[in-house]
């Protein structure tokens, strides 16, 4: 292999020139006739037992040649990153150029590299941090959440209301023809769900257990079914069942129940705000430090091949694709749920795959011109810190995990942590109709 030219082109691609010799392509030739040879029948030979020359002369003498130049690629390429020292971030766009007389072969591979970064203000940053504050009435909500959970159903003999469910047989019917998709047996309805057509809820308020009622209610004219949009529909219906939900008390009682420390409501009270404003501190700290990651890569200039952001593209539908599985759905089926395709979930995951590696190259940056570093204290305390997170041992997280990615990491954790320390955080303002009135919980 012969490296004949590196050529620097536009958004950080290398044109690599290699020329595999025709000593080289020839021996790549022999091992594609060993491996791919047998495969071949020709008149006169048992199958695989042609002679490479017969081979050849029946179909061409480029018969092998596109397996050799497979089989050739790989270790000249290599060879030509190591020697032009140049580190690709996504294979190369390969071409043949160039077969010249003496039979060798020319080819052009160009390489997506990372980018020359330069940045911008990194340090003594000004962004927004708003201020984690917990309101009587977010506690209250929470405690009420907390009630709903626990709350529990229970038949009533009585008139249904509002907010009651009810156990009905239905039937509906168009200009006296029951129609397709009408019918339920024994369905649990809640009242005032909104979950059928507008009015048919509200009919059923005011009947008991045993009694029948004819329903008449309209179908929107933007049904999804078009046979009956906007068509005055009859459902007869019959009422087995009415049950209330009983939510329990928000007292003493309920305090213990839900809490292992609290004794009293006020002891409860006093846990969920601080759960609140714990939760609350994290998303506005989160919230703060993407905000100054946004400042930092809005001030960065990079020319970034697109085969960087195609390949995190791929590693984020990835993730997500795992995530669905752990839901029993696989990617191609919430595609077709959501009435999309896979380049449409390409295209809409594609702005954050591309943050993700604008993000990184900024904080390597930093890395690089801050010298940022870990010691191996530092690596082994973050391996055990691993280790408990996972509940596994430390020997098999570092299996998993190799130094040089733990490092890596935790470099650029701190090249944010350097971002964060150096910032001068703004109060955030927030618009009239957003100021809250109400007393921030004590």
Request: aromatic fraction near 6%; hydrophobic fraction near 40%; charge should be negative.
């Amino acid at each position: 292999m012969e490296l004949k030219n590196v050529e620097k082109l536009e958004k950080s691609i290398v044109a690599l020139t290699i020329e595999i010799s025709a000593e080289e392509l020839e021996a790549g030739k022999e091992q594609a006739f060993k491996k791919n040879g047998k495969k071949i029948t020709v008149p006169g030979f048992r199958k695989g037992k042609a002679p490479r020359k017969v081979i050849e002369s029946l179909y061409g003498d480029g018969v092998f040649f596109e397996d050799a130049l497979n089989i050739c690629y790989p270790k000249a390429y290599e060879a030509a990153l190591e020697e032009s020292g140049i580190k690709a971030v996504a294979a190369a766009d390969v071409s043949v150029s160039e077969m010249t007389d003496a039979g060798a072969v020319v080819l052009v591979c160009k390489v997506p590299v990372e980018p020359e970064v330069t940045l911008g203000e990194y340090k003594g940053l000004s962004v927004e941090k708003e201020e984690a504050k917990v309101l009587v009435a977010d506690v209250k909500a929470e405690l009420e959440r907390m009630a709903q959970r626990l709350s529990r159903t229970q038949t009533v003999e009585r008139a249904a209301k509002k907010n009651d469910t009810v156990v009905i047989d239905f039937e509906g019917f168009v200009d006296g023809v029951a129609f397709e998709g009408g019918k339920g047996e024994n369905y649990d309805l809640k009242l005032g769900s909104g979950t059928f057509i507008p009015g048919f809820e509200d009919q059923l308020i005011g009947l008991k257990a045993g009694e029948e009622k004819d329903v008449v209610v309209t179908f929107p004219e933007e049904y999804h079914a078009k046979e009956l949009a906007g068509k005055e529909a009859t459902f007869k219906c019959t009422v087995h069942e009415v049950k209330e939900t009983v939510t329990p008390a928000i007292d003493d009682e309920f305090a213990k129940d839900v809490s292992e420390k609290a004794e009293t409501l006020e002891d409860l009270k006093k846990e969920v705000k601080e759960r609140l404003l714990a939760q609350k501190a994290e998303t506005f700290e989160r919230d703060y430090e993407e905000a100054l990651l946004t400042a930092v890569i809005d001030g960065m200039q990079a020319e970034i091949p697109d085969a960087m952001f195609e390949a995190q593209l791929d590693n984020v539908m990835q993730d997500f694709g795992y995530r669905l599985q752990m839901q029993g759905m696989q990617l191609e089926q919430y595609a077709k749920m959501t009435g999309s395709d896979m380049q449409q979930l390409r295209a809409m995951f594609m702005p954050q795959a591309e943050r993700q590696v604008k993000v990184r190259l900024a904080l390597q940056k930093i890395v690089e011109l801050e010298n940022l570093d870990v010691t191996e204290d530092e690596i082994e305390a973050k391996y055990k810190e691993l280790a408990e997170q996972y509940g596994m041992e430390v020997e098999q997280i570092k299996k998993a995990l190799p130094a040089a990615s733990i490092t890596s990491d935790m470099k650029l954790d701190k090249a944010i942590e350097l971002i964060k320390d150096t910032a001068k955080p703004k109060k955030k303002t927030k618009k009239k109709a957003e100021d809250k009135t109400e007393e921030t919980a004590e």
